[in-house]
T-cell receptor, first 113, second 115 residues
Framework: ETGVTQTPRHLVMGMTNKKSLKCEQH?????MYWYKQSAKKPLELMFV???????ENNSVPSRFSPECPNSSHLFLHLHTLQPEDSALYLC????????????FGDGTRLSIL | DQQVKQNSPSLSVQEGRISILNCDYT??????FLWYKKYPAEGPTFLIS?????DKNEDGRFTVFLNKSAKHLSLHIVPSQPGDSAVYFC??????????????FGSGTQLTVLP
């Protein structure tokens, strides 16, 4: 049983499409995160959920819409994306408020045509 | 402006020798530091961490050193093995807001261990 599972692993979509990324964690964690990694750039934190409540939104455009129905599942809904949104999207989870590391999924490679 | 910097995009080391990866930070509020390893097509994997109350933490072949006055940390891998070839990310966090810590990542160093 893997710790953090992301689906799909690859996604190609047009700018007018609507799609969703899914993340599921089986680690009993209570915080979940979305990160974006563009080529040659550091991981950028997008959203933080703690006990299903969104606690951070790092100035992310509204075309990205997160949803956290419970502590084990996290979604990122995508609509009207731009070519510069092509990147690797990583989900992570952690047990807070302890000083424990975040555990990452393998990511979704998103390409916007 | 990047708060966590890894100034060496790549490093090559001979198998069996020591690998030293470096990381600098600017935010004096950071009190928890981590190293992650990433293989292609996989997510980052946690390696080792250190709290600001310590200056060294060791786990097998991996040791992290923290120099708070210089705002510098380093990861030592000894002996290096070909399987250690990966991108290594340094990350840092400070006091949590909203009860969940935010990590700030460096841009990574590609380590290649030559057989």
């Amino acid at each position: 049983e893997t710790g953090v599972t992301q689906t799909p692993r690859h996604l190609v979509m047009g700018m007018t499409n609507k799609k969703s990324l899914k993340c599921e964690q089986h680690l009993g964690h209570n915080a979940m995160y979305w990160y974006k990694q563009s080529a040659k750039k550091p991981l950028e934190l997008m959203f933080v959920y703690n006990f299903k409540e969104q606690t951070e939104n790092n100035s992310v455009p509204s075309r990205f819409s997160p949803e956290c129905p419970n502590s084990s599942h996290l979604f990122l809904h995508l609509h009207t994306l731009q070519p510069e949104d092509s990147a690797l999207y990583l989900c992570a989870s952690s047990l807070e408020p302890l000083n424990q590391p975040q555990h990452f999924g393998d990511g979704t490679r998103l390409s916007i045509l | 402006d990047q708060q966590v910097k890894q100034n060496s995009p790549s490093l090559s080391v001979q198998e069996g020798r020591i690998s030293i990866l470096n990381c600098d930070y600017t935010n004096s509020m950071f009190d928890y530091f981590l190293w992650y390893k990433k293989y292609p097509a996989e997510g980052p994997t946690f390696l080792i961490s250190i709290s600001s109350i310590k200056d060294k933490n060791e786990d097998g072949r991996f040791t992290v050193f923290l120099n708070k006055s210089a705002k510098h940390l380093s990861l030592h891998i000894v002996p290096s093995q070909p399987g250690d070839s990966a991108v290594y990310f340094c990350a840092a966090s400070g006091e949590s807001t909203g009860s969940a810590r935010q990590l700030t990542f460096g841009s990574g160093t590609q380590l290649t261990v030559l057989p």
